[in-house]
DNA sequence: GGATCCTTCTTCTTCTTC
């Protein structure tokens, strides 16, 4: 509201000024002297000026310019005095990184040996490895740290650019408010669909007989992925535990289950905003990429999983969007995560 | 029981015209 009133009043004054007949012509500011004159001069005498017979052409823009009310009063640095007066200094974009870079070991994404006569049964209850970290051992780093410790320039900028925005909005108590909420519902969301794929049964079994069980505000985002659901079977592992044994890594999968008949590794989102592109999931692909490499080299899985999916859940019931990832994308975001892997590596 | 960890999310130009 601010920023419009001064935007409106400095439209304002333009106006009066130049109808007046003033010499205020922050048009201006940026022209020739000779610019400026004209400027002058026209705002003084419009029906006679000067100029109309002495360079007519040259002024026609100009005059159209001052006298026209969709052009904005504000300069580059009113608007940056005005951005930084509402969200705090302002950061220039960093130039965009070229990555064209490949890793500099390219660690197998499978495991070598054949998997055919380690194919085990798909029946039982799917596996759930609970995190158990070493005491004393050596450090162990998460997809999750790694991956946000190595976020890329242009990414920490927007990141900051956002959340300077939503506290100059809501105000800092405000935000964390909003940001504890937005966890709050991701992880009812899991821990609901953790229950539903442990049991076996489908959403529609459930939401018949034992919906209220469920907290009212996941209903929209189980809602939204049903019909995934039914695509899903032979879930074979749940927020269970993978470790790389010599990329020195871990994470935890969400999922690991048939998706239309393919194995995958299923990272389950929610979101407000329509993610219909794999695109707009940012870094998600890179991380079922690590999660999958991480599983196919653990002992404790006797399989291989080349494929991902990405699923994203919307609150209002709406369709949620899937996101497959072919054996030949994934081993992509395989190299990109090598490459992250390195840059975390380096920085210690 | 307390402390720590993993995860849960958040980003992508901006204005005019119809």
Same mark, same amino acid.
């Given at each position: 509201?601010?920023?419009?009133?001064?935007?409106?009043?400095?439209?304002?004054?333009?106006?009066?000024?130049?109808?007046?007949?003033?010499?205020?012509?922050?048009?201006?500011?940026?022209?020739?002297?000779?610019?400026?004159?004209?400027?002058?001069?026209?705002?003084?005498?419009?029906?006679?000026?000067?100029?109309?017979?002495?360079?007519?052409?040259?002024?026609?823009?100009?005059?159209?310019?001052?006298?026209?009310?969709?052009?904005?009063?504000?300069?580059? @640095? $009113?608007?940056?005095?005005?951005? =930084?007066?509402?969200? %705090? !200094?302002? +950061? *220039?974009?960093?130039?965009? /990184?070229?990555?064209?870079?490949?890793?500099?070991?390219?660690?197998?994404?499978?495991?070598? @040996? $054949?998997?055919?006569?380690?194919? =085990?049964?798909?029946? %039982? !209850?799917? +596996? *759930?490895?609970?995190?158990? /970290?070493?005491?004393?051992?050596?450090?162990?780093?998460?997809?999750?740290?790694?991956?946000?410790? $190595?976020?890329?320039?242009?990414?920490?900028?927007?990141?900051?650019?956002?959340? *300077?925005?939503?506290?100059?909005?809501?105000?800092?108590?405000?935000?964390?408010?909003?940001?504890?909420?937005?966890?709050?519902?991701?992880?009812?969301?899991?821990?609901?669909?953790?229950?539903?794929?442990?049991?076996?049964?489908?959403?529609?079994?459930?939401?018949?007989?034992?919906?209220?069980?469920?907290?009212?505000?996941?209903?929209?985002?189980?809602?939204?992925?049903?019909?995934?659901?039914?695509?899903?079977?032979?879930?074979?592992?749940?927020?269970?535990?993978?470790?790389?044994?010599?990329?020195?890594?871990?994470?935890?999968?969400?999922?690991?289950?048939?998706?239309?008949?393919?194995?995958?590794?299923?990272?389950?989102?929610?979101?407000?905003?329509?993610?219909?592109?794999?695109?707009?999931?940012?870094?998600?692909?890179?991380?079922?990429?690590?999660?999958?490499?991480?599983?196919?080299?653990?002992?404790?899985?006797?399989?291989?999983?080349?494929?991902?999916?990405?699923?994203?859940?919307?609150?209002?019931?709406?369709?949620?969007?899937?996101?497959?990832?072919?054996?030949?994308?994934?081993?992509?975001?395989?190299?990109?995560?090598?490459?992250?892997?390195?840059?975390?590596?380096?920085?210690?």
């Amino acid at each position: 509201l601010q920023v419009c009133c001064v935007r409106i009043a400095n439209m304002f004054i333009v106006k009066r000024v130049v109808s007046a007949g003033g010499s205020f012509a922050p048009h201006c500011t940026s022209l020739s002297v000779s610019h400026f004159s004209a400027c002058h001069c026209l705002a003084s005498s419009r029906r006679h000026s000067p100029y109309s017979s002495v360079d007519r052409e040259r002024y026609t823009s100009l005059v159209k310019s001052v006298m026209s009310s969709r052009v904005s009063s504000q300069t580059p @640095e $009113t608007l940056q005095a005005e951005d =930084e007066h509402m969200y %705090g !200094p302002v +950061v *220039r974009t960093p130039p965009p /990184r070229p990555d064209m870079r490949v890793p500099k070991t390219l660690h197998p994404f499978l495991r070598c @040996e $054949t998997t055919e006569e380690t194919q =085990e049964p798909e029946s %039982g !209850p799917p +596996v *759930r490895i609970s995190l158990k /970290r070493e005491q004393g051992g050596s450090f162990v780093p998460s997809v999750t740290r790694i991956l946000q410790q $190595t976020l890329s320039p242009e990414q920490i900028f927007y990141l900051e650019r956002w959340k *300077r925005r939503m506290i100059a909005e809501l105000g800092e108590d405000g935000f964390k408010e909003y940001t504890q909420n937005l966890f709050r519902q991701g992880k009812l969301f899991h821990s609901a669909l953790e229950d539903i794929l442990m049991s076996g049964s489908t959403w529609k079994d459930k939401s018949l007989s034992e919906a209220p069980k469920y907290p009212s505000e996941v209903l929209g985002y189980m809602e939204s992925i049903s019909h995934i659901l039914e695509d899903i079977s032979a879930v074979r592992a749940i927020e269970s535990t993978v470790q790389h044994d010599t990329l020195n890594y871990l994470g935890i999968v969400d999922c690991v289950a048939r998706y239309r008949g393919v194995l995958c590794i299923i990272d389950w989102k929610t979101s407000d905003k329509p993610k219909p592109f794999l695109s707009n999931t940012y870094d998600n692909p890179i991380q079922v990429a690590a999660y999958a490499g991480a599983l196919n080299s653990d002992e404790n899985y006797k399989y291989q999983v080349e494929n991902g999916l990405i699923v994203v859940a919307y609150k209002d019931g709406t369709p949620a969007h899937a996101h497959q990832l072919s054996s030949e994308l994934m081993l992509e975001y395989w190299k990109t995560w090598l490459l992250r892997l390195e840059e975390f590596r380096e920085q210690r």
